[in-house]
């Protein structure tokens, strides 16, 4: 059997598995051992599986992941997420579309101490739909915006998946959250825009709302300034050198911990709550770094990486050409896995492709570049059909609205997010302007 032949039946084996609802970590690990078997043999795929899991996991790298998920947790138990929508909808109520567009502002800032786009998505979700809702919005735009909206959670700084990547790709987490800022405030401004035409184009979605007073303004600006707080301890603390990323995201967990005690939101059981949430979803994304690892030793074996790469440096195309259907072949395999397996299956592939092409950009700032890149793409991938992983989280919050409805409103965001990731793709500068501050 040839190299590529075996890949393929790899990759062949593992969906297969994937749509007989295997776990994904169990479906890669499968294929990967398989591999590794018919090309090694029985006694050095026991040898590799004796090390394999412990230099992985004996990164101290890999801590800053269960920190920033529980500093998450604690936000979502905690309450923050009432205050930060209370506060948008107070500033951008009185705008056609306001509160769409205040859901989009709350989405961005529960990112920002959050991490997680499912996470933003569900937890923003329960505060906002019911609100639009209540106000005459249709289901359409706003489960719409609060699946487009929780995509900020991975955009904006902390992410999950950038740390992913760093780590992958042994590269500084504090300068990929730097690089990753620019564009996230990009997609928000992008996705507000979308709001404001779509209901101006297409009335009846979104009806007239008045506009809060100046004291309900500043009422419920007095909710969201330990969120402020947080954010300027975490992130100023990481760029001005003060801690590192993993210190940071401890930082942040006992901050916001003690936030939300202090509101009154946090009790025994919900306290508990957190630190299971965190181990379960942690515990999850550690098998799919074992499965990812297993099944990219098998494909190492293969050479097929390396072979692809000089295919494709033998084509002639331009560098961004290459780029660019790099980013194409993301989507697609977004709208059918779940970013984090995305990212553990394809980085150790593509990345070396890129690390080669000749993009006028140093190393570091390439590296740098084409994370922030894979972010977007993996964002519009959580939209998209016929997965679209936030769609469906937020469409189980609003049973009244069909599915297929909830698929046409997050059609206007998409075409933000292929406009912006156009944008990166031909501007690195937009990405790497923060970065270059940074020494």
């Given at each position: 059997?040839?190299?590529?032949?075996?890949?393929?039946?790899?990759?062949?084996?593992?969906?297969?598995?994937?749509?007989?609802?295997?776990?994904?970590?169990?479906?890669?690990?499968?294929?990967?051992?398989?591999?590794?078997?018919?090309?090694?043999?029985?006694?050095?795929?026991?040898?590799?599986?004796?090390?394999?899991?412990?230099?992985?996991?004996?990164?101290?790298?890999?801590?800053?992941?269960?920190?920033?998920?529980?500093?998450?947790?604690?936000?979502?138990?905690?309450?923050?997420?009432?205050?930060?929508?209370?506060?948008?909808?107070?500033?951008?109520?009185?705008?056609?579309?306001?509160?769409?567009?205040?859901?989009?502002?709350?989405?961005?800032?529960?990112?920002?101490?959050?991490?997680?786009?499912?996470?933003?998505?569900?937890?923003?979700?329960?505060?906002?739909?019911?609100?639009?809702?209540?106000?005459?919005?249709?289901?359409?735009?706003?489960?719409?915006?609060?699946?487009?909206?929780?995509?900020?959670?991975?955009?904006?700084?902390?992410?999950?998946?950038?740390?992913?990547?760093?780590?992958?790709?042994?590269?500084?987490?504090?300068?990929?959250?730097?690089?990753?800022?620019?564009?996230?405030?990009?997609?928000?401004?992008?996705?507000?825009?979308?709001?404001?035409?779509?209901?101006?184009?297409?009335?009846?979605?979104?009806?007239?709302?008045?506009?809060?007073?100046?004291?309900?303004?500043?009422?419920?600006?007095?909710?969201?300034?330990?969120?402020?707080?947080?954010?300027?301890?975490?992130?100023?603390?990481?760029?001005?050198?003060?801690?590192?990323?993993?210190?940071?995201a401890a930082v942040g967990a006992a901050c916001t911990f003690v936030t939300a005690l202090a509101r009154g939101e946090l009790d025994w059981r919900k306290f508990g709550a957190c630190f299971y949430s965190t181990a379960t979803a942690s515990a999850m994304i550690f098998m799919?770094?074992?499965?990812a690892d297993m099944l990219n030793s098998a494909l190492a074996l293969t050479q097929v990486p390396n072979r692809l790469a000089e295919a494709i440096g033998a084509l002639g195309l331009a560098p961004l050409a290459v780029v660019g259907a790099i980013l194409l072949f993301y989507?697609?395999?977004?709208?059918?896995?779940?970013?984090?397996?995305?990212?553990?299956?394809?980085?150790?592939?593509?990345?070396?492709?890129?690390?080669?092409?000749?993009?006028?950009?140093?190393?570091?700032?390439?590296?740098?570049?084409?994370?922030?890149?894979?972010?977007?793409?993996?964002?519009?991938?959580?939209?998209?059909?016929?997965?679209?992983?936030?769609?469906?989280?937020?469409?189980?919050?609003?049973?009244?609205?069909?599915?297929?409805?909830?698929?046409?409103?997050?059609?206007?965001?998409?075409?933000?997010?292929?406009?912006?990731?156009?944008?990166?793709?031909?501007?690195?500068?937009l990405s790497l302007y923060l970065v270059r501050f940074m020494r």
């Open positions: 059997m040839d190299a590529l032949t075996l890949a393929l039946g790899l990759f062949a084996i593992m969906l297969v598995l994937m749509a007989m609802r295997v776990p994904i970590a169990v479906s890669m690990f499968a294929a990967g051992f398989i591999g590794y078997l018919i090309q090694a043999g029985w006694l050095p795929v026991a040898s590799h599986l004796k090390t394999y899991a412990y230099a992985r996991f004996s990164s101290y790298d890999l801590s800053v992941i269960p920190l920033f998920l529980l500093m998450g947790q604690f936000a979502t138990k905690g309450g923050l997420s009432r205050a930060l929508f209370k506060f948008a909808a107070a500033l951008l109520g009185g705008f056609r579309g306001g509160l769409a567009m205040a859901t989009v502002v709350a989405c961005a800032a529960f990112g920002s101490i959050c991490g997680s786009s499912i996470a933003t998505a569900a937890t923003i979700g329960s505060v906002a739909l019911p609100e639009m809702k209540r106000h005459g919005y249709s289901g359409r735009l706003a489960t719409a915006t609060v699946a487009a909206g929780g995509t900020l959670g991975i955009l904006i700084p902390p992410s999950v998946i950038l740390v992913v990547y760093a780590i992958l790709t042994e590269q500084n987490i504090a300068k990929l959250f730097a690089a990753a800022f620019i564009p996230g405030l990009i997609a928000m401004a992008g996705y507000m825009l979308a709001i404001s035409v779509y209901v101006r184009l297409v009335p009846g979605h979104a009806p007239e709302h008045e506009a809060a007073s100046r004291e309900q303004l500043w009422s419920s600006a007095r909710g969201v300034w330990p969120i402020a707080a947080i954010f300027l301890t975490v992130f100023g603390g990481i760029y001005g050198g003060v801690f590192t990323p993993t210190e940071g799919i770094f074992l499965g989507i697609v395999l977004g709208c059918v896995m779940d970013e984090l397996s995305v990212i553990l299956l394809t980085i150790p592939i593509f990345f070396p492709l890129i690390m080669g092409l000749d993009l006028g950009l140093p190393p570091s700032e390439k590296a740098i570049w084409f994370g922030v890149l894979v972010l977007m793409v993996v964002g519009i991938g959580l939209l998209s059909p016929p997965v679209g992983l936030n769609v469906y989280v937020v469409n189980g919050l609003d049973r009244d609205t069909p599915i297929a409805e909830s698929y046409r409103g997050v059609l206007p965001f998409l075409f933000t997010d292929l406009v912006r990731t156009g944008l990166l793709l031909v501007f690195p500068v």
